[in-house]
């Protein structure tokens, strides 16, 4: 299927939703549903290189997701960490974005417990955070002020502390949180000092090594995001 939509065709004509797609009160997730990837919508911004010119920017709500993805339940929390860390992907939006509270709100994210679906959560949340940091410097400034690298170093703790025990297999999940996590981590440390220390500081060499290690380390995520 071609990728390249016009913005009516994700919102409706009218502005609201697509009449084939299941309708969301927020904006920014039914555009999500539509373009399904970061690369659907790179090539909604920039063109395709050959015959299509991209339109720009996607002027969408963003502040609005953010609000609602703070005040939804848990179990709905992740398909709005997914949504923003979808449009994260392509560099035009991170300020946007920054300015809407989403690096905050993600942030957030990285602490919800006690939740069948907090995992997924917290998953969702570090993803976003890696695409938000991605050749965003002010993302990264604004995910270490958050208090966000601590809270990554935890969730691979969490994993090493498994990694360590003498029954360890690591579960599908474990390997989620650690790509994740590292992912995430990684971005915000490129030329970026203050966060590498604040990494270091965290002891976040500590359990990458002890899962490294452990003889089953993260998949890498693709390059560039």
Known sequence: MDSFFILGDVLGDDGGEADDEQPHADEVLAASQRY????????????????RVGQGSLELDWAGCVER?????????AAYARAIGTFAQVQMHGDALRAAGAVEAATE??????????????IAAAEAIRHL??????????AREAGA??????????VAAA????????????AAVTTA?????????????????????????????????????????????
Not at 70 to 75: K, L, Q
Not at 113 to 120: F, Q, Y
Not at 163 to 174: F, G, N, W, Y
């Open 149 to 158: 690298i601590p809270l990554l170093v935890h969730m691979l703790g969490r």
């Open 69 to 77: 993805m703070r005040a939804a339940p848990v179990s709905e929390k």
């Open 181 to 225: 996590a590292t992912a995430a981590l990684r971005n915000l440390s490129f030329q970026n000092g203050p966060n590498r220390d604040m990494i270091r500081f965290s002891g976040g060499l500590i359990p990458l090594l002890r899962i490294v290690a452990s003889g089953q380390p993260p998949t890498p995520p693709p390059p560039g995001t």
């Open 133 to 142: 940091a991605c050749a965003n410097n002010g993302n990264r400034i604004a």
């Open 36 to 51: 399904a990837s970061g690369n659907a919508v790179a090539q909604q911004v920039y063109g395709d290189g050959r015959d």
């Open 109 to 122: 994210l990285l602490c919800v417990e006690s939740d069948p679906a907090a995992e997924e959560v917290r």
């Open 163 to 174: 990694a360590a025990a003498p029954t360890s297999d690591l579960c599908a999940t474990d």
